[in-house]
Each structure stands twice: as C-alpha cells, then as structure tokens.
C-alpha cells in the first residue's frame, strides 16, 4: 500500500522509499525511488524508476490485468536494449512496477529539438540496435505493439533501451487477444486497428518502420492537425509520401527498406526483423558506395514528347516568319496611287460624276511662338510595383501527447514571408486565457521552434496554431491539440 503523501507524492510503496516523480503516462506516474534495504538496494544498483497505476485505475480488472502483464514480460527480458524490469509490487489496491533507472530523453525528443532528420548513417546504427532489442522480444514470442520514438530512450552514450510494454502480446499466451485496436495511431500497423487479435510481429515490423521514415526525415508523413481517420485512411491505401519530400539527402535504396516495413498488405511486408535488417544492410552498402541520388530525369516518352512539342513550335513561328516577309517583299501598289508620298493631309477629291472645282487650300494659320507642351511623367508599366503574395504558414510540430511539465517544440514552415511579416504562436489549455509567443525566422522558409511547458491537468489538451500578420496579408494554421498525459 501507499505510505504517507508529502505533496503529491507518496513516501512509500511497498518496500521502497519514494523520491520525487519523474514521468507521468495515462496509465500511472513514474516515480525515482530507492528500496528500505540497503542490501537489495545495492543488488539493485541504486536508485530505481516505479511505476505506480493511478488510484482511479487499479481496481479496474482491465488495467490491472494489463499492468500485471507488463511487469510479467519484463522479468522475463534480459537484453542491454531492453529497461530492466525488477520487481512488482501488489500490496492491496496498489500495483506498481519496479524498473531500472535509466538516464536520457525519448527518441522523440532528439528528434524534435534538431527539428529535423537524424543522418542516415547514425540513423541506422541506432536503428540496427532497436532491431536487436525487438528482434530478442519476438525470439520469445512477444510482440510489442506500441514501438514507436516515444517509448525509445537514447542514452548519453548514444545507445538505446526501449520500454513500456504494457500493451505487449504474447502469442504463446491464450486469452490475449482483445479484438481491441491497441496502440498509437501514427504508427500502428493497418492490421492492428483492423483485426487487432490476429496481430503478429509484422505489426511491429510496420511501428519500426515507421519510427525510422521518422528519424530519417524528421517528421512523421502527416501534420499534426492531420485527423486518426485521415491517418488510418492513408495508412490503409498505402498512400504515404517519400520521406525524400521533408529531407532529399536520404539514399534511394534506405528509403525502399523502410517501405517495405511500410506495406499495407500484411503478406507484402518483412516478415522478421532479420529480413528487415538484411534489406538495410544491403541498401546501407549500396548507400556508401555511391552518393546521394538526385531526382532521376524525365521518362524517355516523357522527354520524346516535349522535344516533339517544342519542334512544333520552333517550325510554326518560322513559318509564320517566313510568310510574314514574303508578303511584304510581294505586296504590289494599288493602281493609280503613288509609289510614295509625303506625309500631309490629302488632297479632296470631287465625287464621281461632278465637275472638278478648283479647292483652295485654307488660309496659313497665324505664326505664333511655339510653347513647349509639359505632359505629366508616367512611370513605366515595369516600374509598377507588382502585388506582394499572401503569405502561407504549415504547422510542421510532430508531437501529440506530452507528459505534466514537459517542454514541446512548436514549429511550422512559412513561404512568402516578408522581413515585415511578424509570426507568432497561440496557444492555451483547454478553455485557460490563451498565451502568445513570437516565433523568429530561420532558413529556408523554416520558422524557428517555439518551446512551451505544458502545463495543465491530466486529460486536457494544449491547443495552438500559428499567425503571420505580414503587408500583403495574414495567414494562420488549423488549430492543433496536444494530449496532456
């Protein structure tokens, strides 16, 4: 049971002396903590992380048995990639969990402070240690289902650990399979919203996919105002764009790899971690072989059609060329008009059938002293100022959840931004006064990331979008929400 509350935060669970909190997910708060024994303490290494499930949770026989689960899975892992799982508290109506303490940030976070892609080669060095970790759960029979850059920690050492296997399946196990579509949208598989009993490891062959066409292009292939139908629509048609689009500099042969992790067919996928590995190590080597490839040029019909075109027209304006002098070297004179004639008024003739009379030419007009005539300047069409564009802003921020106090990095991608034009981010929690903050201007068009604290209660959102107030216009974003966990 829990021991006494100093704050919010309990002294004691179980056997273990609690500090402060060090995360909060939907499903408990992780807590840094210490065992009473000493001893154990030392065969423990230190310090350790528990996860303690929320009050209101855990007498609920689904979370519970979700968080037995979890804890289950883990004391059965021991992989360098893999947290440690310790111990599992069950003292009354509280459950928690004991893991090892590890020091780093989420995946998620590297990816979102360099506001854009991992390169290829550290990319797939810290990928091929991911494959590992997932390749020794699947050895044993256990998918993961909820793999992606959020349940990722890179150590300052540069490695990797993955935890948080609450949603894990067990295929070895009977009485797992819910029918419930479990997981995080972005990045399950099509089959595991679809069929979510009949999931296999595929599925996380699909999340690893999807976390690596991430890291490589530094965003996800949608925005975040982006709607989960609209997700699981594209993801179900196949229809996901080249990560080549956010970042060129990715090898044509690693972004075939990562989409043969992304099938929509279950049967077209990898079917392993190793058939998925082996394809990046080939393309991985092909990649440094050569160097990165440029757009391929035109299509041969392609090419073959423009060049027929423009010989089209090249003839055509010839021709007319052509057919325009020979008309004037040709034209003869009307007969009886002269050949040439000084410019003047003409002379009246009398009409047909009349006698000709003698026409007086009018009288000179008087000499007077010619005056210059001063007519107003008119500026050339070319100088005219040509109508500024409107501006344009796309919000370009990847993140959809964030944990009580969190720092989150909100960013768009502007064009037609003028050195007048002035950017700024709104946002609030819920129904809270909203704040306001200036974003600063980058390169290429790229706004620079704005860091806001989520602060609020567990269960709202954070709501935001972007404005450009510029001369020749105003632009703004959809209004986007980060789930407060």
Known sequence: MLGRMTGDVPTTVGAYHLFEAIGRGGMGVVYRARHLSESMADRQGGDVAIKVILSHYADDPVFRARFEREAGVGLSFEHPGIVRVMDLVMDGSTLAIVMELVHGQPLSTVIGERVGPIPWPR???????????????????????????????????????????????????????????????????????????????????????MTLYEMLAGRLPWSASTTDFEVLSRKAQGQLPSPTEYYPHIPTPIVEAVFGALESDVDDRFPSVISFRKSLDS??????????????????????????????????????????????????????????????????????????????????????????????????????????????????????????????????TGRN?????????????????????????????????????????????????????????????????????
Not at 144 to 170: E, Q, S, T
């Open 417 to 485: 931004l003028t050195a007048d034009c002035r950017v700024s981010v709104q946002y609030n929690v819920s129904s809270s006064k909203s704040a306001s903050r200036p974003v600063q201007r980058g390169p290429h068009g790229r706004l620079t990331p704005v860091s806001v604290q989520v602060i609020g209660e567990m269960g709202l959102e954070l709501r935001y979008s972007f404005f450009a107030v510029c001369p020749a216009g105003t632009a703004r974003t959809r209004t986007a929400a980060i789930q407060i966990l």
């Open 123 to 209: 990319a797939l060095r810290l990928f091929s240690e991911l494959l590992d970790a997932v390749g020794y759960a699947h050895d044993r029979s256990v998918v993961h289902r909820d793999l992606k850059p959020d349940n990722v920690m890179l150590l300052p050492d540069d490695r990797i650990k993955i935890f948080d296997f609450g949603i894990a399946k067990d295929l070895s196990a009977v009485g797992t399979a819910t029918g419930l579509g479990i997981g995080t949208v972005g990045y399950m598989a099509p089959e595991q919203y679809q069929e979510a009993g009949q999931v296999d490891v595929r599925a996380d062959i699909y999340a690893l996919g």
């Open 283 to 412: 393309a991985a080597e092909a990649s440094r072989a050569g160097k990165v490839p440029r757009p391929p040029p035109p299509s041969k019909p392609l090419l073959r059609g423009r060049v027929i075109l423009i010989s089209i027209a090249v003839l055509g304006l010839w021709v007319g060329l052509v057919a325009l002098a020979w008309s004037y070297l040709t034209e003869e004179p009307t007969e009886g008009a002269p050949l040439a004639s000084a410019p003047g008024p003409a002379e009246p003739t009398a009409p047909q059938g009349e006698p000709t009379a003698a026409v007086s030419p009018p009288p000179a007009p008087e000499t007077q002293e010619e005056k210059p005539v001063r007519t107003p300047s008119k500026s050339p069409e070319r100088n005219k100022a040509d109508p500024l564009p409107k501006p344009r802003l796309s919000n370009q921020t990847s993140t959809s959840n964030a944990f009580v106090g969190e720092h989150v990095l909100l960013t768009a």
